[in-house]
């Protein structure tokens, strides 16, 4: 489980999560769905589907899971009291369960009797594991597992839940492994739960599909389109979206949530972290680019790929700039610059081709 910290990095937005609101006094329970006849916004949908992140709130969790998912399970029929998390560490440390297991649950609105949550925490690591058994506060309602969790069938959590008293449909699967989660939820089959809580990369916008390899030694983790669209292929729809997890819940039940749109662009903002070009081959950057988990960021001088003197609009350049240009493009890529040196007419017929087909200035030299 990595921690996100976005309190150093620059520009960054404080907020607990950045797809929704947070709990005011007086806001409505359910989503406010504009009436017949009313002006209906891309924001008013976006409040409206957005409507559970207003229950946000943390007690171990890290963006206001907590609340999250406490209003989410109590609208769900016929609870199993059962929530399975893995890597689950210590099952404090900015566990989505936790609170699950420490209080009691509300029932739903049509039923009666109250319980308390049962868990299975799975930890890979040793030394992690240890404390997670040490503790732990409710080991009475705990099942503590050793194990790496895979996506193959000799290593993956169907396998590993077989051999304990589980049902197959938990309330809650919360699935944080800094990488490899889309594999994961992928090859589970035979476990069926009604919410699944999953981690994705807050760093990529909501038009990328991402999926990082599946290998133990990756961590780069996955796009929410990716993992949107794993969902769908598994039966589940997006009900909510924090800075750190999607959440999802078995399709038979999204009727209940009366989300008005929960496609990606109504539940999630992009990052507004963006690069751009200028016509002069300026480079720019907003908001924080880098290796964020590293404290790495990148100013504008460090992407610029073109020289100072060659930074102004190419059909400006003086003979001197076109002189540099060529200079530069033969040291930049030194294969096209042979290529255009034996096949000059074929070359520079091409590019400015391709070019106009792009609705680009001609290069300098062209």
Request: glycine share 6%.
């Amino acid at each position: 489980m990595i921690r996100h910290d976005v309190a150093s990095e620059p520009h960054a937005l404080q907020s607990p999560f950045v797809s929704g609101e947070l709990s005011q006094p007086g806001a409505p329970d359910r989503p406010c769905v504009p009436a017949a006849g009313d002006s209906v916004t891309l924001a008013s949908v976006k409040r409206a589907s957005r409507w559970l992140s207003r229950h946000a709130s943390n007690v171990n969790s890290q963006a206001g899971e907590d609340g999250i998912l406490a209003k989410a399970l109590s609208m769900l029929p016929d609870p199993t009291f059962w929530c399975i998390e893995f890597g689950a560490w210590d099952g404090l440390y900015f566990s989505n369960t936790y609170n699950l297991v420490a209080r009691p649950v509300e029932p739903p609105e049509d039923q009666t009797a109250q319980g308390c949550y049962r868990t299975v925490l799975i930890e890979s690591d040793p030394e992690k594991y240890r404390q997670l058994c040490s503790s732990y506060p409710f080991k009475d309602r705990a099942i503590f597992i050793n194990a790496y969790v895979g996506w193959s069938q000799e290593n993956g959590l169907d396998r590993i839940l077989s051999s304990h008293p589980i049902p197959k449909n938990p309330d809650l699967l919360s699935i944080d492994v800094d990488g490899n989660d889309y594999h994961i939820w992928r090859a589970t089959k035979d476990t069926k739960p009604k919410l699944v809580l999953i981690e994705y990369n807050p760093t990529m916008a909501n038009c990328v599909e991402f999926v990082q390899p599946a290998s133990a030694s990756c961590n780069q983790g996955n796009s929410p389109a990716s993992l949107v669209k794993l969902g769908k292929e598994k039966g589940y729809e997006l009900i909510a979206v924090t800075r750190l997890n999607l959440l999802f819940v078995d399709r038979q039940y999204y009727s209940l949530f009366n989300i008005p749109d929960n496609s990606l662009d109504a539940m999630r903002d992009d990052p507004q972290d963006l690069v751009f070009c200028g016509y002069d081959g300026t480079i720019f950057i907003k908001g924080a680019i880098g290796a964020r988990w590293h404290r790495r960021w990148l100013s504008p001088e460090d992407i610029q790929v073109l020289p100072g003197m060659l930074r102004s609009y190419p059909p400006a350049y003086t003979p001197l700039q076109r002189i540099a240009a060529a200079i530069h493009r033969a040291v930049c890529q030194p294969r096209k610059a042979i290529q255009r040196l034996l096949h000059p007419i074929a070359e520079s017929n091409h590019e400015a081709e391709q070019r106009r087909r792009e609705n680009l200035p001609p290069m300098a030299g062209e």
